[in-house]
């Protein structure tokens, strides 16, 4: 799935492909902020909406480090979020963000959703090693 920063966007989404009989896993990208000027970049670059109030709390910042704080904190709440309302897995885009990602899969305790994931894990990786998924993981 293209990334986004609307849950109530993905949630849609995933409703009208149900409606239409697509039943396959929908996965949400997260990409969190880490910088202030991917608020021009992201929008233009993956063609997606921010919502005002992550643009407020953004715009509030005055380095990148705080915009990165931010993009922690927004993404964690939205992945908790996004897995509270049964989300099969997440795509975490890993570019400029690789320790903010580290962060929000620990907050969420990502490692453990994943791996305790019993109808997922039995419907959608019978053919994945998922002892590599741990040691990965």
């Known amino acids: ?8 966007a993905y949630f849609r989404f995933v409703e009208k492909c149900r409606q239409e009989g697509i039943h396959v896993p929908i996965i949400p990208g997260i990409k969190p902020l880490t910088r202030l000027a991917q608020l021009q970049v992201v929008p233009k670059v993956f063609h997606c909406d921010l919502p005002e109030a992550l643009v407020r709390e953004a715009q509030k910042c005055t380095t990148d480090e705080q915009v990165k704080q931010l993009g922690i904190e927004w993404s ?9 309302h049964g989300c099969p897995s997440l795509h975490f885009y890993t570019v400029s963000a690789v ?20 109808e997922y894990n039995e419907k959608y ?12 993981l």
């Open 1 to 8: 799935t293209q990334l986004f920063y609307d849950n109530q």
């Open 99 to 118: 320790d903010s990602i580290a962060e929000i899969a620990k907050r969420i305790k990502y490692r453990s959703v994943i791996l305790n994931n019993k």
């Open 125 to 136: 990786t019978k053919d994945v090693n998922m002892n590599k998924i741990k040691e990965i």
């Open 76 to 84: 964690v709440a939205q992945c908790k979020e996004l897995l509270a």
